[in-house]
């Protein structure tokens, strides 16, 4: 088994394990002439029912979970968000914005697979060729996802500090180096 994203987007991370699902019997106490009965506090487990979650959903230490792969062409279902997306044709350029306006409108909000392709975020993003009454409201969401860039890289410096302060070699310093390339990275 080969992951594609091993290390948790979270906290950098490795995975520990996939995310699996089992069926299991909750024992009863006795049960009494009218019915009535408590839980015993012990579950039989089918370990024979056990399957693996699809998509494979990965977990760190620290219970983070996420999806391991990227979106497959033509699946029906995103493996970052889980919402039902209508995969026909080529994924956009990064700077189509209209294209990705339309396919953002297919995902959960927050998707990784949306935030980390596009490069233009939140509700920056425009469905349709704008109106000329809405020239002031694209142009103050473009200054907006403007400042949030810049916001970005204030945070990657202040992350990369941090991590140059704490000795090497350290899983810590170099989780937050990755999140600071992340930030850097996003646009």
């Excluded at 956009?92 to 949306?114: F, S, T």
């Excluded at 991590?163 to 070699?169: G, R």
Aim: contains cysteine.
């Amino acid at each position: 088994m080969k992951l594609q994203r091993p290390n948790c987007p979270e906290c950098g991370e490795p995975a520990r394990g996939s995310v699996e699902t089992l069926h299991g019997v909750a024992l009863f106490d006795e049960i009494d002439a009218e019915g009535n009965t408590e839980y015993e506090g012990a579950t039989e487990i089918n370990w024979d029912s056990q399957t693996t979650d699809e998509p494979l959903t990965l977990e760190c230490k620290n219970g983070h979970q996420w999806a391991d792969a990227a979106p497959e062409p033509g699946s029906d279902r995103c493996v970052y968000c889980g919402a039902e997306v209508d995969r026909e044709g080529p994924v956009p350029g990064a700077d189509d914005v209209n294209a990705w306006g339309k396919l953002a409108l297919e995902h959960a909000d927050g998707c990784e697979w949306i935030e980390t392709r596009a490069h233009v975020r939140g509700p920056g993003y425009l469905v349709e060729d704008p109106k000329p009454d809405d020239a002031a409201i694209i142009a103050n969401l473009k200054q907006q996802n403007d400042d949030r860039w810049r916001e970005h890289h204030s945070l990657a410096r202040a992350l990369e500090n941090i991590a140059w302060a704490i000795p090497a070699p350290s899983a810590q310093a170099a989780a937050l180096m990755e999140l600071a390339t992340r930030l850097r990275s996003a646009r």
